[in-house]
């Protein structure tokens, strides 16, 4: 996925000027006069020669292989006419101007094995690949959060920051959900505006394992993400199982205490649903990139009604040039 193409996933097609498929009629009165003559020509051969003899003076007779150049003749006509109809379709076309805060939460439960190596580890692998993969047009913001939030990266389109940034997380004590969304608010207001003074659309992505357990709660955060129109996009990444290996320095006689931190899922799927963003879970670093491939197609591309006649022309001319490169080569002559 790339910003510098546009991608290759299209919807229903459409004709512009629907009237000029009926020369595809005329098409159809062109095929039922080549069967016509086909099946004639086919009577007439037997009537005037035996099939001993036909056989023997033309033993490789082309059978079904004589009807190939015409039926691909006939194709590339109706594709073409198809092209002369102006057809459309919804393409998938990289947005030229938008915001994503990419928020990932670095408390301690993060540390959970659960996810190999760890759940920190693994998400900033598939954060990082998420952010290389937006297109370049798109502004990206960083945040981590943990007891508190905190703007890495302002929006900006400088990847390098962006991924340099997600690398060099770390953990810490607590979980700060709603203020993550806050700080996250706020750093939307300093990307780039466009040239009548505004800001682009926007959106955030947060990725988390628990619940909020200090700041702000998650209730005032998602209200004043919808009075400022900006969905949230939560990921529940970790699984019910995960546990977290605790060394209490004090007390080094004592065996090392396992902490059981499964994963939260319903206070993110509540910040979803009421902002207007999308809910998801994921328990591995590949379901987690998968994830992250589809926010990206969702958030990084846009569907716009395109013309499409430049691709039916192609296919059109490239049936009509191997009809005739095998009615040369089986029969030396254009069909």
């Known amino acids: 996925m790339t910003g510098s193409m546009i991608a290759l996933d299209v919807g229903p097609v459409s004709f512009l000027v629907p009237w000029r498929l009926w020369f595809g009629l005329g098409l159809a009165v062109l095929a039922v006069v080549y069967v016509f ?12 020669s035996s099939a001993e003899l036909l056989g023997s003076i033309a033993p490789n007779r082309p059978g079904v292989r004589r009807h190939i150049p015409a039926i691909g003749f006939l194709l590339a006509l109706a594709v073409l006419i198809a092209g002369f109809a102006r057809p459309a379709a919804e393409v998938l076309v ?13 408390s ?3 540390e959970a ?16 690949r998420f952010v290389g993969e937006l297109p370049p047009t798109l502004n990206v913001g960083i945040v981590s959060f943990a007891g508190t939030a905190s703007v890495l990266v302002t929006p900006t389109q400088d990847r390098l920051a962006a991924e340099s940034a997600i690398q060099n997380l770390e953990l810490a004590e607590s979980t700060a959900i709603g203020e993550a969304i806050f700080t996250s608010l706020d750093a939307m207001k300093n990307a780039p505006k466009d040239e009548n003074g505004e800001l682009p659309p926007a959106r955030i992505v947060l990725l988390s394992d628990g619940t909020t357990t200090v700041g702000r709660p998650d209730s005032m955060a998602t209200a004043a993400a919808l009075r400022a129109d900006i969905p949230v996009s939560t990921i529940a990444f970790g699984t019910p199982g995960g546990f977290i290996l605790y060394d209490n320095p004090e007390t080094p006689l004592v065996d090392d205490e396992y902490i059981p931190v499964p994963v939260g899922d319903e206070n993110l799927r509540a910040i ?29 591309f846009q569907t716009e009604d395109r013309e499409i006649t430049d691709i039916f022309t192609g296919i059109g001319l490239a049936l009509l040039a191997i009809t005739g490169v095998l009615s040369l080569a089986w029969f030396q002559r254009l069909p």
Request: overall charge negative; proline content about 3%; hydrophobic content about 45%.
């Open 272 to 300: 979803a649903e009421v902002t207007g963003g999308t809910f998801f879970t994921a328990s591995t670093i590949e379901e987690l990139d998968e994830v992250y491939t589809d926010i990206g197609s969702a958030i990084g």
């Open 37 to 48: 003559l086909a099946r004639r020509r086919g009577r007439y051969a037997l009537r005037f």
């Open 94 to 106: 990289p947005r030229e101007r938008a915001t994503v805060i990419v928020a990932i939460d670095v």
């Open 108 to 110: 301690l439960s993060m």
């Open 113 to 128: 094995g659960d996810v190999e190596p760890n759940r920190l580890v693994a998400a900033k692998e598939a954060a990082t």
